[in-house]
């Protein structure tokens, strides 16, 4: 299973994203999440430019809606050369499935296909308080990776405090894509279910998604550095 770390590129123009890409000069380009914000900013011409650029990308849209409007979007997708995009999971298997057809491109080519369970952002006191859903966090999350499962996505994103239990539920091969990294004894800004890069490894994270603490660091080249040699033993 190839393991990764994926840096959120969370800036909302073309200038401010090339500045920060051009920190990594070196021979590893860097896995990079697109996400709302740079793509209803920049459109479709960012991923090209950024995929020219050599980079690996993962187009972090979270796609919620009926599923044929679903599957329709994910088509118009088809059409860009990305690696891994998403759905939410919440929107049923039904919309998961229309997502997983609209994404395949004629030839049977297509990018991973995952879908959010709960926002790393979500804590359990406000899902049931807000969202009304009583069930613990955790059955929670394995509920909703089982339904990507049986709609045929190839993993979840989730916290990296529940990557074993997805792998429990859905098996070793189903992709567990953790954001909600922190270093030890750094901000938790907005996250509530956090962990370090090592820690996320040892639980079972496949690819772990890093905004801030390499976006906001005073060396993201150093940080990004530090993330790989925790996450892959990688130096
Ligand atoms: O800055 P930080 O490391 O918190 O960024 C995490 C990134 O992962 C953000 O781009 C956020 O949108 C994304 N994300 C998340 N929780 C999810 C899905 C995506 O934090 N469940």
Known sequence: MPKDVIIACDFSSRNETMDFLDLFAGERKPFVKIGMELFYSEGPSIVREIRARGHRIFLDLKLHDI??????????????????????????????????????????????????????????????????????????????ASNARAAGLDGVVCSPLEAGLVKKACGQDF??????????????DDQARITTPSRAREIGSDYIVVGRPVTAAPDPAAAYARCLEDFLNFD
Not at 101 to 123: H, N, Y
Not at 175 to 187: D, H, Q
């Open 67 to 144: 599923p044929n409007t679903v599957r329709k979007a994910c088509r118009a997708l088809s059409g860009l050369d990305i690696d891994m995009c998403n759905v939410h999971a919440a929107g049923t298997v039904e919309m998961m499935c229309a997502a997983l057809e609209g994404l395949t491109r004629p030839d049977g080519t297509r990018a991973l296909l995952i879908a959010v369970t709960q926002l790393t952002s979500t804590s359990e006191e406000s899902m049931r308080s807000q969202l009304m859903i009583d069930a613990p966090m955790e059955e929670v999350i394995a509920r909703y």
């Open 175 to 188: 992709l567990a894509v953790t954001p909600g990294i922190r270093f030890e004894g750094s901000s938790k």
